[in-house]
């Protein structure tokens, strides 16, 4: 059974930082594309950044320069680095795998809060 379990959010001023973990159970890393989305009230989502398992990377382009994904493959763990924080990125991070389109996908975690004040 595949598990994703976030934490590390929080609330911070704007211009502040964040680093988001998420442990995944049931699946290996080494052969799996992984993701971060995140909703914001109203249930609309944005897919945030991918690591695929050929270590391409994506950022979409409003956290593009400001988040860094990375993966440590020994720990299970996929981590998401928030820098220069804006009160727009306020939401709930979640990590996926098996994306089946947009930020609908097989497998996400439970999600991590996200609030940054002004």
């Known amino acids: 059974e595949v598990q994703l379990v976030e934490s590390g959010g929080g609330s911070v001023q704007a211009g502040g930082s964040l680093r988001l973990s998420c442990r995944a159970s049931?699946?290996?890393?080494?052969?799996?594309?992984m993701y971060w989305y995140r909703q914001f009230p109203g249930n609309e989502c944005e897919l945030v950044s991918q690591n695929s398992k050929d270590f391409n990377t994506w950022y979409a382009g409003s956290v593009k320069g400001r988040f860094t994904i990375s993966q440590d493959n020994a720990k299970n763990t996929v981590y998401l680095q928030m820098n220069s924080l804006k009160p727009e990125d306020t939401g709930v991070y979640h990590c996926?795998?098996?994306?089946?389109?947009?930020?609908?996908?097989?497998?996400w975690g439970q999600g991590t809060q996200v609030t940054v004040s002004s």
């Open positions: 049931g699946l290996s890393l080494d052969d799996s594309d």
């Open positions: 996926a795998v098996d994306i089946i389109y947009g930020c609908h996908f097989r497998y």
